[in-house]
């Protein structure tokens, strides 16, 4: 199994910050391109098993490399908010309302 550490390190810091990034909607459509807009901003970490994510998980003991990350995953969310996807439940509902 090859496994981007990186995506289940920064799905983890997603669910825990949720409620500090203010998005405008937390469907899963917007988690997941909040998500990809991420990782496409940091260096992927594959490992070849789960157990070897620890490593990852561990820079983030260093705080400077914690904060990238979540400063990553704020900047992507205000993207999100502000410019949601066709496919975002909310937007679709407004749509629908409208």
Known sequence: MLVNSKEIVMKELLDRYMDQLHMACTCQVCQNDVLALSLNKVSPSYVTDL???????????????NTAMLVILAES????SESPS?????????AFIN
């Open 51 to 65: 157990k070897k994510i620890a490593y990852t998980k561990a820079e983030l003991v260093d705080k400077q490399k």
């Open 86 to 94: 066709d496919l975002c439940h909310t937007k679709q509902e407004e």
């Open 77 to 80: 969310a205000a993207v999100v």
